[in-house]
């Protein structure tokens, strides 16, 4: 396995992500990314199931358009990791900034902590593609705004008392499928989602995801699995199909 | 030309601390802070407001001039004359470089209020505010980029990190310090355009747009102030000046009527007194609701303050390191100059974000 180490903190984005790429076709397996300061769409543009480990705050647009790379951050994300995102894997050791996984098609995301506004905002399904954000402590408001498609799951570790999402949730949503582990007050609901009863095949999907998450992070996957977990859905798939149409 | 004719259209990056202890330190800090963000401006603007600048002269009114021709100067001192007492004027030292072109005339003047007129005074600031509105809404080519006592906004067309470099920012120590990159959308790039936006020792950097504007600059022309600097970020440099200063609102209620809270939250409130106020606010200050995206650094003296509108349209990152508060749109912006902080966190939207200088804030 051949591993090539970049210094990312005197490079611009495109110098670093050229670095990245070359390393790439002359090879690495594992890219690590040493000391990102903010450089914007790193691995975008590579075409490879090759690990990206990210050390440092990498800038936003992380694998924007990512399509295949496995990304490690150990640091926090910025805004909109996984933009558009459409294969691929980014697991990331800290939190991260708003809309994560913006319009992503593919893909899995990770986060270990909280993320900000609008995580999962239109991320879509098509066919055998189906995205998946996990996030292992709290969202803030607009969680899934304008879903598309995809599963979002968050388990509000370490949130205490506080709600595990904030307002909004699900606003405009038109497919897929949010989980939560813990209680949310419906008073938080878009009028585009209903809570409904989990299925099995429900379950089979969280304690995979659950499984995964400790895998990356640690964590006692039975115990996060002991907990009440509420299911949104949207009513209809087509919430605005007759604004226009009267 | 100070190019009040350009318009290009084409975000924007704010970033700002404050050294709690009083602490002062010159201005690399500032700039290698907001020049690692160098991706989200055009090079159309740029600029800093510091605090605790002008130590020696810390009792004057410090007005930071640029004027488009000589004529504008030689007006502008006259009606100053006529006014006020220049303790000091002088250039504001610069160094030419490549990357700055086509400077105004940059002059500052160290003034106060001559002792007989303060008797018929009776709002000193108000005096000020006039002079400052009376300059840039009458006097052509003139216009003030800070009024404040012991404090200064250094802006220009450029990249921030080169109009730090141009106006030696490395030579002045200040406990707070705030900073904006500038991707101008709606609104010319000029000199005079470029943030902070300042007025007395209020200095505003924003990122976002207010599309409110034409309701908050109407309200606002109604209490005396001419937006007259084709920008919507002067407005809330005004609102902060009218509600803090002039009707004694605490910053946080301030930060209630510009991002205010939706009705159905107001009504959520299980306090009976602190749900009336709320409302009041809205209903009073209704036309000073700032709508659309923003992300803002408001600066006066011995405070900073972040805020983002509502429902956060604009990203903002805070972060704690022993005496000192840093606030910008990027986290790793703040980790390029506090690499491992106390605590980061993303703020709520809606609610400041506020540091104080220890012992109070020093207010004329």
């Not at chain 1, 609008?118 to 098509?126: F, N």
């Not at chain 2, 209020?113 to 000193?124: G, M, N, V, Y």
């Not at chain 2, 930060?255 to 939250?265: E, H, I, R, T, Y």
């Not at chain 2, 659309?292 to 972060?319: H, N, Q």
Request: charged content about 20%; some cysteine; proline content about 5%.
């Amino acid at each position: 396995m051949s591993i090539r180490v970049v210094d990312a903190h005197k490079l611009s984005y495109r110098e670093l992500n050229n670095e990245i790429r070359a390393a790439v076709a002359a090879g690495a397996a594992t890219v690590k990314v040493e000391g990102a300061c903010g450089q914007r769409y790193i691995g975008t543009g590579v075409n490879a199931p090759v690990h990206i480990e990210i050390y440092g705050t990498p800038g936003s647009d992380l694998a924007a358009f990512g399509n295949g790379p496995r990304i490690t951050v150990y640091g926090n994300g910025q805004e909109a990791v996984g933009n558009t995102l459409n294969a691929g894997e980014i697991v990331i050791h800290g939190h991260v900034n708003d809309v994560l996984g913006v319009s992503m098609r593919g893909g899995r995301i990770f986060i270990r902590d909280y993320a900000g506004y609008r995580a999962g905002i239109h991320m879509k399904a098509y066919r055998e593609m189906k995205p998946v954000i996990v996030i292992g402590g709290t969202a803030q408001h607009f969680l899934g705004e304008y879903m598309a498609g995809g599963v979002i799951l968050v388990l509000g570790l370490g949130a205490d008392d506080r709600p595990p999402v904030g307002d909004y949730v699900g606003t405009g949503m038109h497919g897929g499928v949010i989980y939560i582990r813990g209680r949310v007050d419906t008073d938080c609901l878009g009028k585009e989602v209903s809570v409904l009863p989990l299925t099995d095949a429900d379950w089979d999907t969280i304690r995979g995801l659950v499984g995964d998450y400790c895998r990356y992070f640690g964590g006692d996957t039975r115990a996060i699995l002991d907990a009440p977990f509420v299911k949104l859905a949207p009513v209809t798939h087509r919430p605005y199909g007759l604004l226009y149409v009267p | 030309m100070l190019g009040r004719d350009e318009r290009i259209p084409s975000g924007c990056a704010i970033a700002g601390f404050i050294n709690e202890d009083g602490r002062r330190e010159n201005g690399e800090r500032i700039r290698k802070f907001i020049a690692n963000m160098r991706e989200r401006s055009n090079g159309l603007g740029g600029g800093f407001a510091a605090y605790g600048i002008y130590p020696e002269y810390k009792d004057y009114y410090a007005l930071h001039m640029m004027y488009s021709s000589r004529k504008a100067r030689t007006e502008t001192e006259t009606f100053l004359a006529e006014k006020v007492v220049v303790v000091k004027d002088e250039p504001i030292p610069t160094r030419k470089i490549p990357e700055i072109g086509d400077s105004p005339l940059l002059w500052r003047y160290f003034v106060e209020i001559p002792p007989l007129r303060r008797r018929e005074i009776i709002h000193e600031e108000c005096f000020i505010t006039d002079i400052v509105m009376t300059i840039n809404s009458t006097i052509d080519g003139a216009f003030v980029a800070s009024s404040g006592k012991n404090m200064g906004a250094f802006k220009a067309v450029g990249y921030p990190e080169d109009v730090a470099r141009f106006y030696c920012l490395e030579e002045y120590e200040g406990y707070m310090w705030t900073a904006h990159g500038r991707f101008p959308t709606n609104t010319p790039g000029w000199w005079g355009g470029a943030h902070p936006f300042s007025l007395l020792d209020w200095s505003v950097v924003h990122n976002g747009e207010i599309s409110s504007y034409g309701i908050n600059y109407r309200y606002l022309e109604e209490q005396g102030y001419k937006c007259s600097l084709m920008t919507d970020t002067e407005v809330v440099v005004y609102a902060f000046d009218l509600l803090v200063r002039k009707h004694g609102l605490p910053v946080t209620l301030a930060a209630k009527v510009l991002a205010a809270p939706f009705w159905k939250d107001i009504d959520k409130i299980s306090d009976a007194d602190e749900r009336q106020l709320l409302r009041a606010l809205r209903i009073v200050y209704g036309s000073l609701l700032l709508n659309g995206p923003f992300s803002v650094l408001v600066a006066r003296s011995g405070e900073l303050i972040g805020l983002t509108d509502r429902i956060k349209l604009r990203p903002m990152v805070a972060a704690r390191q022993g005496a000192t508060l840093l606030v910008a749109t990027e986290e790793a912006a703040i980790r390029e100059v506090c690499p491992n902080p106390d605590r980061i966190w993303i703020p709520e939207a809606g609610t400041p974000i506020i540091g104080r200088l220890k012992g109070g804030a020093i207010h004329a």
